[in-house]
């Protein structure tokens, strides 16, 4: 089931809250709870039912090990033995849903053998709750997380606003939210401010991430031949639509969160303003890179004998590279993971000897950096993104054919070709234009939905700005178009 389906907005959401208080209002804290998990199964089971039961197999089992885990007593060799298989049990049910059919390819061209591809398809949000679940065994593991109640850890993992594609979330953030007081009342003023978080992330999606979504689509296809201007159109697009696609899916569980009672982890804080690499990822998916600092980069860290500045630079580079492969099964996202690991070790260098960086330099760097990795990360293959980049960088100039017939007398014609700009492309370009500015000013506002939740205070004009903002949401939705972090 999507966000962004007349489904979901008009029949499961009001049907979710409605029970969900009417159920919290006469069973108490534990019903309310009970409550949220059977509507989460029954939402995630609206995609495919048949993977509803590696989902609870996984829950189950993850749920056992951490639980095995966190007895003081346990012998520490046997505590040792579960904890590693605890992560390759995750792992491998990963890599075989996941990675298995990329593992055979690979395997198939480099050794010249035929073995079989399953072409088995990815079960929804595998890739979102396995980390989840990681976190929380390791945290068990450690010490550092006790026993909890089956109804705890299911609606930990299971909580659907999060479910498919995060924000991941840590156990006892969310644990020690429900056991507030305030928690059991109605709190009209989470309500407001949830459909309101609700509603700018909707509008993020079907107004401006679909939109963009047309000419990213029409310039990846490998059969187009882009001129300079058109490939960078299309990489900025694609970068506009990867942003308002994630940050506005967020925006949106965050606001379900609220409505729910629960302040899900921020998980995008404006990163397309930043002015290095570093910042960025501080500010992008930001609950993933606390999730690769944690689990990742600080244990092999720690396993070093010697910890240096210069293994720390690899162990970021491996981190990233791990972390791009997480995104799907394809030596594209490898790329893109060592692509990031590469500039932010190089940015950790010229931090080192405190170079310094004018902002607006730094920020038309970082955005340069951002958009390539974007081109790999988008594209189906790697032909596609050196076709795009080879564009970016080396294709030709659309000017008035008059002048390119001149151009071609004096041996230049290679460089030029007459038409428009916005041949081929399936937007009216006055259309365009307008949305690519409108894109463009929203990022650079001074408040974001961070802003606002922290600020929110409920007044009519707030409630006609937001009632219009989820409306021209609401008008927009066409096909149902599913958010790109579903893939991985």
Known sequence: MLFNSYTFIFAFLPLCLVSFYIVKHFFGLKGSLICLIVFSLIFYSYWSINYLFLLLASVSANYL??????????????????????????????????????????????????????NIVLPLAISFYTLQQITFLVDSGQGSQKKSTFIDYVIFVLFFPQLIAGPIVRYGVLKKQYLKDSFIKVDINNINLGISIFSIGLF?????????????????????????????????????????????????????????????????????????????????????????????????????????????????????????????????????????????????????????MNYFLGWFLTINFWTIGCVFFRSEDTQTAFNILSSMYYGQLIIPSTIVNNLSHIGLGEYYRGGSIFEGMPVDPINYILMFIGGIVIIALPYNTNFITLNFKFSRLRAILFGAVFSIAILSLGGYSEFIYFNF
């Open 204 to 356: 993020k999606k079907v107004f401006l991430a679909d939109y963009f979504a047309q000419i990213a689509s029409w310039g990846f296809s490998d059969s187009i031949e882009l001129s300079v201007i058109q490939a960078w159109l299309v990489s900025l697009s694609y970068v506009l639509q990867l942003y308002f696609d994630f940050s506005g899916y967020s925006d949106m569980a965050i606001g379900l969160g609220i409505m729910f009672g629960f302040t899900l982890p921020i998980n995008f804080n404006s990163p397309l303003k930043s002015s290095n690499i570093i910042d960025f990822w501080n500010k992008w998916h930001m609950t993933l890179t606390s999730f690769i600092g944690a689990y990742l980069f600080t244990p092999m860290l720690r396993a070093s004998k010697t910890p240096t500045f210069i293994k720390s630079l690899i162990f970021t580079i491996i981190s990233m590279t791990i972390a791009g492969l997480w995104h799907g099964p394809s030596w594209l996202f490898v790329i893109f993971g060592l692509w990031h690991g590469l500039g932010l070790a190089i940015n950790q260098l010229y931090r080192k000897f405190n170079f310094k």
């Open 65 to 118: 090990m951490s639980s095995k885990l966190s007895e003081r007593d346990l012998n520490p060799l046997i505590k040792r033995y579960l904890f590693i298989f605890g992560i390759a049990f995750n792992i491998f049910l990963l890599g075989i849903f996941k990675y298995y059919d990329f593992f055979i390819v690979n395997i198939n061209l480099f050794t010249g053998t035929e073995l079989m591809i399953r």
